[in-house]
């Protein structure tokens, strides 16, 4: 039946006279707690907030190449699909939809937006993504382990602004003004003063509204970025760190309370729409976050989550028992995720019952948002003199990130690469190199980017395979303590989600991950150019300077003795390149069968 424009406003003003009344003797507020089935929005009692969040972004406002720029899809039949989606000028374009008549809307980021980053934000540093960040109207970001690649004074940089202090300004005239949005790092602090570096927390008002955020970065930040970049830094308990804000936040009257953290969980299934909370709350999804989303305070009312690249919505009970909401978008702005938050204006706080959360496909079929456009031109044309530089040729993709298996095709390339750089004696006498699969960003896709021409590969795409700039090294190291290092990739640290080295050519062994911990090394199947290893023989091994420090839970590689420092490992891929492909004969991808692997 349709109502007419007379009837609809004779209708709203006996609600609002009805409502009113209902205030004035009391009789709604003392029948209905907060949360309650049958709260009358029309009070105006609970408003719906718009959270919108991203995580693991690294640089990538082009759309991401190859399986680095997809996600999968559960159909509804049942069936799954491989979705483009990602990229600067489209997630843009979905935020802007998604706030569209959203008046309580407040967009945040769980870390990594930077580092690791293709060339066109890389070579300025990432300034070029902190720009688009500004003009998507991010309102907080929580820092990620990537924040710390160039250390707390490039952090700095990015926060407050400057001319980087070796480069200079990006361009001439022009100096970079640093983001709009604070970047929270409430677990990180001065080894001296023992205060945060930045901001621990900010508060998010809206006609009196009011949403506390907490950012922290994972505890173990330490143990995968390079010691320059955390040097004085302590980088404390998440758990821990978020519940003494959440506690400060409640007595300065801020009930309402989101959580930042880059750290992250493994979700069953790889599909971004897949039920995380079948059987049961959060039975969907495992790994670290999980128990400190069991850990952090009530106080706390959803987890905006990172670090793992993966994609979740969850409700993983908080430790009252309670519901709370816990989320992560993938990474490379391949999704967002929409949570409503339903805001108590009495209480201030959430209504846990109304909370509901799911995470939207940044699809490139959508319109693209012009000044994105118009950023990544202006960017591109700066990079473009040493990006569009052809360094090799390839016949076939080679995929390094989006591998299946544990050893990739283009982890074997690289392996090669560092083997062949450092081997000549004064060059460091290497006999085999390891690279650490986290060092590799993405894939080599044979189809052309731009105008380049199919098989080609550029200095762009060597550099988003290898952004860090990692100097490469030659270390000592004993039959034993190589033995020790394979072990260290499924134990310890890196035994609940193995980190497998990729490996140079001749090096071999197998496997065995029906067992557990450093049980999963067979020790007499690991050779060298077809023998058995020596426990006790010295070996010259390659790596890059991250590896050798101990990163990613390697401290084996921190005994290495006679270290000797050469150039950088993208300098080692390009000679690669040079030495073994042409246009005439491409590099054909390598089979991958270095390592066995015994599946359980």
Same mark, same amino acid.
């Given at each position: 039946?349709?109502?007419?424009?007379?009837?609809?406003?004779?209708?709203?003003?006996?609600?609002?006279?009805?409502?009113?009344?209902?205030?004035?003797?009391?009789?709604?507020?003392?029948?209905?707690?907060? %949360?309650?089935?049958?709260?009358?929005?029309?009070?105006?009692?609970?408003?719906?907030?718009?959270?919108?969040?991203?995580?693991?972004?690294?640089?990538?406002?082009?759309?991401?190449?190859?399986?680095?720029?997809?996600?999968?899809?559960?159909?509804?039949?049942?069936?799954?699909?491989?979705?483009?989606?990602?990229?600067?000028?489209?997630?843009?374009?979905?935020?802007? !939809?998604?706030?569209?008549?959203?008046?309580?809307?407040?967009?945040?980021?769980?870390?990594?937006?930077?580092?690791?980053?293709?060339?066109?934000?890389?070579?300025?540093?990432?300034?070029?993504?902190?720009?688009?960040?500004?003009?998507?109207?991010?309102?907080?970001?929580?820092?990620?382990?990537?924040?710390?690649?160039?250390?707390?004074?490039?952090?700095?940089?990015?926060?407050?602004?400057?001319?980087?202090?070796?480069?200079?300004?990006?361009?001439?005239?022009?100096?970079?003004?640093?983001?709009?949005?604070?970047? &929270?790092?409430?677990?990180?602090?001065?080894?001296?003063?023992?205060? #945060?570096?930045?901001?621990?927390?900010?508060?998010?008002?809206?006609? =009196?509204?009011?949403?506390?955020?907490?950012?922290?970065?994972?505890? =173990?930040?330490?143990?995968?970025?390079?010691?320059?970049?955390?040097?004085?830094?302590?980088?404390?308990?998440?758990?821990?760190?978020?519940?003494?804000?959440?506690?400060? &936040?409640?007595?300065?009257?801020?009930?309402?309370?989101?959580?930042?953290?880059?750290?992250?969980?493994?979700?069953?299934?790889?599909?971004?729409?897949?039920?995380?909370?079948?059987?049961?709350?959060? +039975? %969907?999804?495992?790994?670290?976050?999980?128990?400190?989303? !069991?850990?952090?305070?009530?106080?706390? +009312?959803?987890?905006?989550?990172?670090?793992?690249?993966?994609?979740?919505?969850?409700?993983?009970?908080?430790?009252?028992?309670?519901?709370?909401?816990?989320?992560?978008?993938?990474?490379?702005?391949?999704?967002?995720?929409?949570?409503?938050?339903?805001?108590?204006?009495?209480?201030?706080?959430?209504?846990?019952?109304?909370?509901?959360?799911?995470?939207?496909?940044?699809?490139?079929?959508?319109?693209?948002?012009?000044?994105?456009?118009?950023?990544?031109?202006?960017?591109?044309?700066?990079?473009?003199?040493?990006?569009?530089?052809?360094?090799?040729?390839?016949?076939?993709?080679?995929?390094?990130?989006?591998?299946?298996?544990?050893?990739?095709?283009?982890?074997?390339?690289?392996?090669?690469?560092?083997?062949?750089?450092?081997?000549?004696?004064?060059?460091?006498?290497?006999? &085999?190199?390891?690279?650490?699969?986290?060092?590799?960003?993405?894939?080599?896709?044979?189809?052309?980017?731009?105008?380049?021409?199919?098989?080609?590969?550029?200095?762009?795409?060597?550099?988003?395979?290898?952004?860090?700039?990692?100097?490469?090294?030659?270390?000592?190291?004993?039959?034993?303590?190589?033995?020790?290092?394979?072990?260290?990739?499924?134990? =310890?640290?890196?035994?609940?989600?193995?980190?497998?080295?990729?490996?140079?050519?001749?090096?071999?062994?197998?496997?065995?991950?029906?067992?557990?911990?450093?049980?999963?090394?067979?020790?007499?199947?690991?050779?060298?150019? =077809?023998?058995?290893?020596?426990?006790?023989?010295?070996?010259?091994?390659?790596?890059?300077?991250? &590896?050798?420090?101990?990163?990613?839970?390697?401290?084996?590689?921190? +005994?290495?003795?006679?270290?000797?420092?050469?150039?950088?490992?993208?300098?080692?891929?390009?000679?690669?390149?040079?030495?073994?492909?042409?246009?005439?004969?491409?590099?054909?991808? #390598?089979?991958?069968?270095?390592?066995?692997?015994?599946?359980?």
């Amino acid at each position: 039946m349709t109502v007419k424009p007379q009837r609809r406003r004779r209708l709203r003003r006996l609600t609002a006279g009805v409502a009113t009344l209902a205030a004035a003797v009391g009789v709604l507020s003392a029948a209905m707690p907060a %949360g309650a089935e049958g709260t009358d929005h029309a009070q105006g009692r609970t408003v719906d907030v718009q959270l919108l969040s991203f995580n693991d972004f690294h640089g990538n406002i082009e759309p991401p190449p190859g399986s680095s720029g997809e996600v999968s899809r559960q159909k509804p039949d049942g069936s799954t699909e491989k979705v483009a989606a990602g990229g600067a000028e489209y997630l843009a374009t979905s935020l802007r !939809k998604a706030r569209k008549d959203n008046p309580y809307s407040v967009t945040a980021a769980a870390g990594d937006l930077v580092g690791a980053s293709p060339l066109i934000s890389g070579l300025f540093h990432d300034e070029p993504s902190i720009e688009a960040f500004n003009k998507m109207d991010l309102d907080v970001a929580g820092v990620g382990n990537h924040e710390f690649d160039e250390g707390r004074k490039e952090l700095q940089r990015l926060q407050d602004g400057g001319c980087h202090p070796k480069d200079g300004c990006s361009e001439d005239g022009k100096v970079f003004k640093g983001a709009d949005f604070p970047y &929270l790092a409430a677990n990180v602090t001065d080894e001296k003063t023992e205060r #945060p570096i930045l901001k621990p927390y900010t508060v998010w008002k809206k006609k =009196g509204v009011k949403i506390g955020f907490i950012g922290v970065t994972l505890e =173990g930040t330490p143990d995968i970025v390079s010691e320059e970049g955390v040097k004085g830094l302590k980088f404390h308990d998440e758990i821990k760190t978020v519940d003494k804000y959440a506690k400060k &936040l409640d007595k300065m009257g801020v009930k309402s309370i989101v959580a930042l953290i880059h750290e992250g969980g493994l979700p069953e299934k790889p599909e971004y729409n897949y039920d995380c909370d079948s059987p049961g709350p959060g +039975d %969907g999804v495992s790994g670290p976050i999980t128990d400190i989303a !069991k850990g952090i305070s009530p106080k706390v +009312d959803a987890l905006v989550t990172g670090h793992t690249h993966e994609a979740y919505a969850c409700n993983i009970p908080d430790p009252s028992g309670n519901p709370r909401t816990v989320t992560s978008a993938s990474s490379f702005g391949k999704l967002y995720t929409d949570t409503t938050l339903t805001y108590d204006r009495r209480s201030g706080d959430i209504v846990r019952t109304g909370v509901k959360s799911a995470n939207h496909v940044v699809s490139r079929k959508q319109a693209k948002a012009k000044d994105m456009t118009s950023l990544i031109k202006h960017w591109g044309k700066l990079a473009d003199p040493i990006a569009d530089k052809p360094i090799g040729y390839i016949s076939d993709d080679i995929p390094g990130r989006g591998a299946e298996k544990p050893e990739s095709p283009l982890g074997d390339v690289i392996g090669d690469a560092q083997l062949e750089f450092m081997a000549p004696e004064d060059k460091g006498g290497a006999q &085999l190199a390891l690279m650490n699969p986290g060092g590799i960003r993405s894939d080599l896709v044979y189809k052309a980017a731009e105008d380049e021409g199919d098989g080609v590969v550029t200095y762009g795409e060597g550099f988003t395979v290898q952004p860090f700039t990692n100097m490469m090294t030659a270390i000592d190291l004993t039959g034993k303590q190589l033995v020790t290092a394979l072990q260290q990739q499924v134990s =310890g640290a890196n035994e609940e989600q193995p980190k497998i080295l990729q490996v140079s050519k001749g090096f071999s062994y197998t496997l065995d991950m029906t067992k557990s911990g450093k049980d999963r090394v067979v020790t007499d199947s690991v050779k060298l150019d =077809g023998k058995a290893l020596d426990p006790d023989k010295t070996y010259r091994v390659a790596m890059n300077e991250f &590896l050798a420090g101990g990163g990613d839970g390697f401290a084996v590689f921190k +005994d290495g003795k006679d270290k000797l420092v050469g150039k950088s490992d993208l300098e080692a891929l390009e000679a690669y390149f040079g030495e073994h492909s042409s246009k005439s004969d491409p590099l054909e991808p #390598p089979k991958a069968d270095r390592i066995k692997v015994v599946e359980k």
